[in-house]
């Protein structure tokens, strides 16, 4: 299984990096990502410690780390330089938190993320067929999530995502040790999302090429 969305007490987990890779270890992933919230206050010093982390549990342990961030809640105006920023501190995956239904997130969010060249687009809520076909266009993948509030538009953004021809990828957004899920749970987010039998294995063959081209970068 592979997770690229999560969140340690760098944010607002409530884990250290390393337990919280190796709760998921112990839960059957074999792929994870760190992906902190982050904006111009707390960007210096959290990337630099998450990709810390990720190359000694890399050098230790069978699961596989990739270091990120998750921009949230920063003015789309902002949001290229942040990425660019972010990349130079050592973050691999950049995800940029969406204009979820469940937040007050900035409009012109999920828009100014897409062309800023961000990797994943979290929890986009509403987003629009224009939106979802300039992902496709510049290969931003569109989240459906396990999460509770984001994860109320997860059909919307699955039929948009498939009319636009958008990739999609399935995260937990994880803060908690509760919020790591089963294989079975995932199963049915995917089924909850109006996907067939078959997405929840695609969506993992598309996170797992994304993992594999950011790590080797």
Do not use: C
């Not at 890779?21 to 994870?32: C, F, H, M, P």
């Not at 919230?37 to 549990?57: F, M, Q």
């Not at 224009?130 to 569109?142: C, I």
């Amino acid at each position: 299984m592979i997770d690229l969305h999560s969140h340690s007490l760098f944010s607002d987990g409530v884990l250290l990096p390393s337990e919280l890779v190796r709760r998921a270890e112990v839960k059957g992933y074999r792929y994870w990502a760190i992906t902190d919230h982050a904006d111009h206050s707390n960007i210096d010093d959290i990337v630099p410690r998450i990709t810390a982390v990720a190359r000694e549990l890399n050098t230790h342990w069978e699961i596989k780390v990739l270091p990120g961030i998750e921009l949230t809640h920063v003015p789309p105006q902002t949001l290229a330089g942040l990425i660019q920023r972010a990349k130079k501190l050592g973050a691999r995956l950049i995800v940029v938190h969406g204009e979820t239904i469940a937040e007050p997130v900035p409009p012109g969010t999920n828009r100014a993320a897409i062309e800023a060249g961000a990797h994943i687009l979290a929890h986009p809520g509403l987003i629009n067929l224009d939106e979802a076909r300039l992902a496709a266009q510049n290969g931003v993948l569109l989240e459906i999530t396990s999460r509770k509030g984001h994860s109320l538009t997860n059909g919307h953004v699955a039929r948009t995502a498939q009319a636009a021809g958008a990739g999609l990828v399935l995260n937990s957004d994880t803060h908690s040790p509760g919020d790591i899920v089963s294989l079975d749970h995932r199963s049915r987010v995917v089924e909850g999302a109006g996907l067939d039998d078959g997405a929840l294995t695609q969506l993992d063959q598309t996170a797992i090429r994304l993992f594999e081209k950011l790590i080797s970068a």
